[in-house]
Each structure stands twice: as structure tokens, then as C-alpha cells.
DNA sequence: CACACATATAAATACACATTCATATTATGT
DNA sequence: ACATAATATGAATGTGTATTTATATGTGTG
């Protein structure tokens, strides 16, 4: 049930790479917007959908509302997702010669 | 790109549970249909993702196709995101409480 | 208090995708 | 060659969910 809801929440590419830059440092929704070129209410959409699933957290600091990764676990994570989902597909394009 | 059909690929769960049943070793269609309780045309749909993906590979053994997995790396990464997932979930219940 | 800035939410839309149902393909044994 | 077993495929359906548009909420400042 809830390997099932992270796996959801990251499925998202706008949400990896939202993940990703608060994974590099605490970032307003302004500055999210600003790097990943969503709109604003996107980015808050998001950004709900990863606070719900645990994986970010925020902070109020004046006007601003600061986001940052829950767990540095969730970076390493989507590396070595990245990692095994680059050396499957090695393995299946070597396949095709087949 | 490959990264999304990979995460894709694994976030259904019937997906998910069809790759740890060929983890643990070749398995034939009809196998996977008791194993999963799933109709064989939905078993047989999954695999063709699962393939597609290049997460499984087939040959022929009479008149059964044997599934299993492309790679070792894969149940092991499905094991590590469930750690995560876990680890996630502690620290997002803990913040309930505040 | 009123205004501007920062963020969140709600409803509407569109689209992807899991599942089912029906049917096709391929192989084996007699 | 035929019947049956094993698997695959295609189309139809339903459901979930990402995105957009519009609006609301909250916060500091003059």
C-alpha cells in the first residue's frame, strides 16, 4: 500500500525533478518555478503530492515557504534507479541483435 | 526517457509482483496465472510490457515460454525502494504528531 | 487597512493506461 | 490433419490523474 503511493509520487518526471533540485538545497515555490518552467500551481500540486508521500518537507520562512527532501536516501534512490534502468537497457538493446 | 518507461514499468503493482515471481526463477505463463490469481490474457499483457522494458526475457520450452528476469539488479532494487518507502513513511508518520 | 507578493486549492479538461472480453497464433500429441 | 494446450493480441471500457484556468488564502509592508 505505500511502496505503492512512493512509487506513484515518483513515477512523475515534473515531481523528480522537483525532487531533485530540493535534494541540492532548500527551494521556494518561486525558485521551483523558476528552474523547472512549470507553472506555479503545478508546482504546488506537486509539491502536495510529494509532502503527502513523506518525501519532501517544508518550512515557512516569512512570505516564502521553503520545500527540502525528507531523507537524503530519495536522491541516492532515484540514482540508482537511474543506474539499473540505464544497464536494463543495455541489456535489451544488445538483445535486438538477437 | 528510459528512466520513465522503467519507473513505468514497475509502478503497477501486478508488474511488480510478476518480476519477484521471476526472480525467484523461471516461470511459465500458466505458472504466473495460479501464482498471481490474474486472468492469463493480463498476465500475458504485463509480460509483453515487462519484455518491452527489457526487465524480462522469454525463450521457448515446448509449448510454454519461460519468463525471468533480465537482470538480478532489478529484484534488488525493487527490495531497496520498499526499504526506502518504509524508512519514508516512518519519518512522514512521525511528523504527524507535531 | 489596503496592496502586493507568495502559495494553495478547486473545478474542469484531457489523456494515459489497467483490465476485460473475445479471438488469433503457435506447438504438441494422436 | 485435427484437437487441444499455451500464449498472445486487439478492441472496448473504465478509471485515475496530470495539467490548466481561475480563484482563494496567507503574509509582510507602506
Same mark, same amino acid.
Given at each position: 500500500?505505500?511502496?505503492? =503511493? +512512493?512509487?506513484?509520487?515518483?513515477?512523475?518526471?515534473?515531481?523528480? &525533478?522537483?525532487?531533485? +533540485?530540493?535534494?541540492?538545497? %532548500?527551494?521556494?515555490?518561486?525558485?521551483?518555478?523558476?528552474?523547472?518552467?512549470? %507553472?506555479? =500551481?503545478?508546482?504546488?500540486?506537486?509539491?502536495?503530492?510529494?509532502? @503527502?508521500?513523506?518525501?519532501?518537507?517544508? &518550512? &515557512?520562512?516569512?512570505?516564502?515557504?521553503?520545500?527540502?527532501?525528507? =531523507?537524503? @536516501?530519495?536522491? @541516492?534512490?532515484? =540514482?540508482?534507479? &537511474?543506474?539499473?534502468?540505464?544497464?536494463?537497457?543495455?541489456?535489451? %538493446?544488445?538483445? %535486438?541483435?538477437?
Amino acid at each position: 500500500m505505500n511502496e505503492d =503511493s +512512493f512509487l506513484k509520487c515518483i513515477v512523475d518526471s515534473n515531481r523528480r &525533478r522537483i525532487l531533485m +533540485f530540493v535534494g541540492q538545497g %532548500e527551494k521556494c515555490v518561486t525558485e521551483l518555478v523558476e528552474l523547472t518552467g512549470m %507553472e506555479q =500551481s503545478l508546482v504546488s500540486h506537486h509539491l502536495r503530492s510529494l509532502r @503527502d508521500c513523506g518525501l519532501v518537507r517544508s &518550512r &515557512r520562512h516569512g512570505k516564502k515557504i521553503l520545500y527540502n527532501t525528507s =531523507s537524503s @536516501d530519495i536522491v @541516492d534512490l532515484l =540514482s540508482r534507479i &537511474r543506474e539499473v534502468a540505464d544497464s536494463v537497457k543495455e541489456l535489451a %538493446e544488445g538483445r %535486438e541483435c538477437v
